[in-house]
């Protein structure tokens, strides 16, 4: 059970001006525990060196899962490499805890619980030695992450993924997408027409054609006399090759139209539709159209 005193709580309580020291505790043998610290701490070593971040996997029989986090320890001084020839640290207890800087030890607020795990690793150049530290699976989770059986509709990206491990309020923290875009695919084409279509052939019904000659006509009047007489006058009408041009464009216009609202539907039918938010009025983008409704 994780316990948190009065004065590490105070400052638990604070927005900002806070800062936290790792301590590692492990138990090499029994009676011979020893705790560490990346900071110079009362009753404990600085020899934390670095350490790594959470790393989840799922116990495959029956449920849970276990976490696992790698340390690395400064043993210029040998003390570690003793205790390594002298007893079997597998399985050995060991515990990570946050000091706030300029409490006791006695203050310590503990994150994750475990057990050292084989491989042991020795760096003869850098004197220093590396091992994981594993939660046992009966324990608590240190850390979480959404799983398919407890939420709906969760992003492949964020599936596994742990979230951020915070004490008291901070600032900057990286956050962890829990939601994306939902993605589905169109069963048949589905389009818009141009909305500039309907101006464009209103504007080829007003087009007026130029007049122009079209040729001679001839006219023939009876006299009183039963004599006929003929005059020539010229006709005149609408340039032919601009009527032809306006009833081409007038056709191709009213075709292209007819062709892009054969793809306008009130119903569309979506693959994976499922899994959109269900009878809520919603707004989908299909290239660079927008489609309001709901599923």
Not at 24 to 30: N, P, R, S
Not at 250 to 273: F, S
Request: hydrophobic share 35%.
């Amino acid at each position: 059970m994780r316990t948190i005193t009065a004065n590490a709580q105070a400052l638990l309580s604070q927005n900002m001006g806070t800062e936290l020291i790792v301590i590692l505790e492990v138990e090499w043998a029994v009676g011979g525990t020893m705790y560490y610290s990346d900071q110079d701490v009362a009753g404990c070593q600085a020899k934390i060196l670095g350490m790594g971040g959470f790393d989840t996997s799922m116990k495959l029989e029956g449920s849970g899962d276990s976490q696992e986090l790698g340390i690395v320890l400064d043993d210029t001084d040998g003390s570690i490499r003793a205790i390594y020839n002298a007893f079997d640290l597998h399985k050995r207890p060991a515990s990570v805890y946050m000091l706030h800087k300029g409490l006791t030890l006695a203050d310590k607020i503990l994150v994750f619980k475990g057990e050292l795990v084989t491989p042991i690793e020795w760096d003869e150049g850098q004197r220093s030695v590396g091992f994981n530290v594993m939660s046992k699976l009966e324990a608590t989770q240190v850390g979480f992450s959404m799983e398919e059986g407890d939420f709906p509709n969760i992003p492949d990206e964020a599936l596994g993924k742990a979230w951020p491990l915070v004490f008291g309020q901070v600032c900057h923290l990286p956050a962890v997408k829990v939601r994306a875009p939902r993605r589905g695919y169109l069963e048949s084409g589905v389009g818009i027409h141009d909305f500039t279509l309907e101006p464009r052939i209103c504007q080829a019904l007003n087009i007026q054609c130029p007049s122009q000659t079209t040729g001679n006509q001839e006219f023939y009047t009876q006299g009183s006399d039963n004599s006929w007489s003929g005059t020539t006058e010229k006709t005149i009408g609408p340039d032919l090759e601009c009527v032809n041009r306006r009833f081409g464009e007038l056709c191709r216009l009213k075709d292209l139209l007819a062709q892009q609202k054969a793809y306008e539907y009130d119903t569309v039918d979506i693959y994976n539709g499922v899994s959109f938010p269900q009878d809520e009025v919603l707004t989908i983008f299909v290239d660079n159209a927008l489609f309001k409704g709901s599923f």
